[in-house]
């Protein structure tokens, strides 16, 4: 039996000699009675360093037989004693006894071995890893490698290389129960090398701070004596300056890379003249780069709910452009800045609200909003910025507005995309592409600033009213949502929960000064206004509130007082005027030579008027209206279909070498082109030739083809709200168009018959009279 000494954060090794300050009465009483038996202890590490009191459990059962070779008392109350590794032992079972721990101990054999190449070869590089150690370590003596390399005894010297090791607890218990030399030594230079690479990267550490450290106070030094250079040139405003840039760069937390550029910036700033025109570029330059929201963003709402109610209570209708942005808020709940915003580019006739729309957006979201229009925008520049070698240069307007709205993630809307420009200053068009492109706009590099900025969390919207003229390359980057127009129950709920509200603000107005009733409303839509959106919509409201607002401040100088001003349908006449009464073009009744088709513009559908006449000639036929050569063609197409099949048509007796037809589309004054009217040219053509009447409330639209065949079109949604908006209760539609028409929303359907066809002669049966 043995008397126990445990020990913390330490590992006794054989052949060591190291210093130990007891404190623990128990460990003290081992002590004390060990140096009056044979000065023999056993030391043993405890597994847990919390454990006041260890016992049998708590220690390793591995540990070192020591010699006390002396033991003083220190003025503290501890005790300091000097031990001496003697071997390895290991207890079979500690015992408590007499308030000491005592253990049953037992030598450990290391093993037979043989000092063969291996082994060899393991020594060396342990005392090659070791001599590194010593180098790099900054508290071990170099004497340690003496002292070391005098010990011959292989086990020795590997336990004396352990002992001087500052690793954990674990890895050095690991290396005192290793029995097998060839093992030990393969643990211990595993150990030697993994310790060298920290003592490597530590070393690389700390010379770059002391580096930096050095470098900061030689810039230091070096600007005080500058700062006195300038002071007896008489240059302290510049000096003052340079120091004011410097703070605020320090202070901005630039990305390293434009950091890096504004002081090298900087740097040249301060070797030019103060009053240069070069210093003015660098100023500028350098405001604009301490200028820009580099880290600045906004916090989303991604409330679903409540995203909802702002855009219903902005916009009525719209649900498509609505439940996209839905969509994304989810998306951006979920994968967080992962997620790679969209570019929304919003297509329709003018006056829907895309452009109200973007700013309902930024709104819904918490973002900051800004737009800009690139109507007639030629200049790649305008996108890309320019050079900054010269004064007066500015970056792009992209940059501009992101420095405007003061963070990195707002909403921009970029109006009339459709309309870009290119000449000789460049195509912005292809300069958007890398703007518009989520995989690459991350780093975005404008020509002024030359450092990339992030441009992902920026959630583009683009507005356009047709798509044909959108580069198709920048037309493939974008998601486009196409807005139709309204209705007229549409126009009547927006008028009356967005219009009227706006402008009677806007006019100086309440709700007990001017009401309008209803049947307003509808008259102004019916008869005053012809429109796909609502813009001259409000217009008309406009300016029956300023109409209301001169009766009321005119009735202030008078003594009349003037009550709550009231338009009904019977006086606003007096307000606006006659009415325009669009419909007067449309036929009431049945006619000959006359057919209704639905045509596609950029404002929207239209109903169009096809006249046709047929007079004693040569067989020519006169094409009029100002129409286009696709047009022209679906006309020679129609003639050459009745002409082949009029024998089935009633057409038999017609002698084709000794008639004229005139074909005319009325309001010459305006461009007609397009497939689409192709059958209804032929059923104006059929009715004067057949003398068969054309029904009113009927119309149509598709192509034709020789053999008679119906072909589908675009612009179908258009279109039918066009037919709708002019009273027309049965609408012609290709069978090709069916899942089109399908598609739609059950109110732009309500109302109305759809006859699908597929050839010219179920056309004909529909929109004719019988013979």
């Known amino acids: ?279 003015t570029v660098v100023r500028s330059y350098i405001d604009w780069i301490l200028g820009m929201p580099w880290h600045k963003e906004t916090e989303d709402n991604l409330d679903l709910s409540s995203v909802r109610s702002v855009l219903e209570s902005n916009h009525y209708g719209l649900e498509r452009i609505k439940k996209r942005l839905l969509e994304f808020i989810a998306v951006r709940k979920l994968a967080g800045d992962q997620a790679r915003g969209g570019i929304l580019c919003l297509v329709g006739p003018p006056g829907v609200g895309k452009t109200s729309l973007g700013r309902s957006v930024a709104d819904a979201m918490g973002r900051k909003f800004v737009s800009m229009s690139l109507g007639g925008v030629r200049d790649e520049a305008e996108i890309r910025g320019h050079r900054k070698t010269y004064i007066g240069s500015m970056p792009g307007r992209i940059m501009q507005k992101i420095k405007q709205v003061g963070t990195k993630n707002p909403v921009l809307l970029m109006d009339e995309i459709d309309k870009l420009g290119n000449d000789f200053r460049g195509d912005p068009a292809s300069a958007l592409l890398e703007v518009l492109d989520p995989s690459q706009n991350d780093r975005f590099v404008d020509h002024y600033l030359e450092v990339p900025f992030d441009l992902s969390k920026v959630l583009f919207i683009t507005t356009a009213n047709v798509t044909h003229t959108i580069p198709s390359a920048l037309l493939d980057r974008m998601e486009v949502i196409e807005l139709s127009g309204y209705v007229m129950e549409e126009k009547l709920r927006i008028a009356k929960k967005h219009l009227l509200p706006k402008l009677l603000r806007e006019n100086g107005l309440s709700r007990k000064d001017l009401t309008i009733s209803d049947g307003v409303y509808r008259k102004i839509v019916g008869e005053y206004t012809r429109e796909a959106g609502v813009r001259n919509l409000e217009r008309n409201i406009a300016s029956l509130c300023r109409k209301a607002a001169m009766k009321i401040v005119e009735s202030e100088n008078s003594d009349e007082k003037v009550g709550p001003i009231k338009v009904t349908a019977k006086n606003l006449k007096d307000y606006l005027g006659a009415p325009k009464r669009y419909d007067l073009r449309l036929p009431k009744s049945p006619r000959r030579g006359v057919a209704l088709g639905l045509a596609w513009t950029q404002a929207g559908g239209e109903v169009l008027v096809i006249e046709a006449i047929s007079t004693e000639g040569k067989g020519q036929v006169t094409l009029t209206g100002n129409l286009g050569s696709i047009m022209q063609e679906s006309a020679q197409t129609a003639m050459g279909y009745l002409k082949g099949h009029g024998g089935q048509l009633g057409l038999k007796d017609v002698d084709w070498s000794g008639l004229d037809v005139h074909l005319h589309v009325p309001e010459g004054a305006i461009p007609k082109d397009g497939p689409s009217a192709g059958i209804t040219m032929a059923v104006a053509i059929l009715s004067v030739l057949a003398g068969r009447r054309y029904l009113p409330d009927v119309a149509m639209t598709g192509e034709i083809s020789l053999l008679g065949q119906v072909l589908p079109i675009g612009g179908i949604r258009e279109k039918i709200l066009a037919a709708k908006r002019n009273g027309i209760k049965r609408i012609i539609v290709p069978e090709g168009n069916r899942p089109d028409v399908e598609e739609l929303e059950e109110w732009v359907k309500d109302g109305l018959r759809f006859v699908f066809v597929s050839s010219a002669k179920d056309v004909f049966k529909h929109a004719l009279e019988s013979d």
């Open 1 to 279: 039996m043995a008397y126990v000494l445990p020990v913390r954060d330490m590992v006794m090794f054989p052949g060591a000699i190291a210093p130990l300050f007891v404190g623990r009465p128990r460990s003290l009483k081992a002590i004390e009675l060990s140096i009056l038996e044979d000065r023999k202890i056993f030391v043993a590490t405890q597994m847990d360093l919390s454990v006041e009191d260890p016992g049998d459990g708590d220690l390793y059962s591995m540990g070192t037989l020591c010699n006390i070779l002396q033991m003083v008392r220190v003025p503290d109350g501890s005790t300091k004693v000097l031990l001496e590794g003697l071997g390895r032992m290991r207890a079979r079972s500690f015992v408590k006894e007499r308030d000491v721990l005592s253990a049953d101990i037992v030598p450990v054999e290391t093993g037979r071995w043989r000092k063969d190449e291996k082994i060899e070869a393991l020594k060396r590089s342990v005392m090659l890893a070791f001599e590194e150690y010593v180098t790099l370590h900054p508290k071990l003596p170099s004497e340690i490698l003496i002292s070391v390399n005098s010990v011959k005894d292989l086990d020795k010297m590997s336990d004396l290389v352990a002992s001087h090791l500052t690793i954990d607890v674990d890895k050095k218990q690991n290396l005192l129960e290793c029995n097998r030399m060839d093992t030990r030594l393969e643990l211990l230079l595993k150990t030697l090398l993994e310790e060298n690479e920290l003592l490597k990267l530590e070393h690389d550490i700390h010379d770059r701070v002391q580096q930096e450290l050095e470098q900061g106070q030689k810039q230091y030094y070096l600007r005080e004596q500058l700062k006195i250079i300038r002071s007896e040139l008489g240059q302290d405003d510049s000096e003052s300056e340079l120091d004011g840039y410097e703070k605020k760069i320090l202070n901005a937390e630039l990305p390293e890379e434009v950091e890096e550029r504004a002081r090298e910036e900087l740097r040249r700033l301060g070797k030019m003249p103060p009053l240069s025109a070069e210093a």
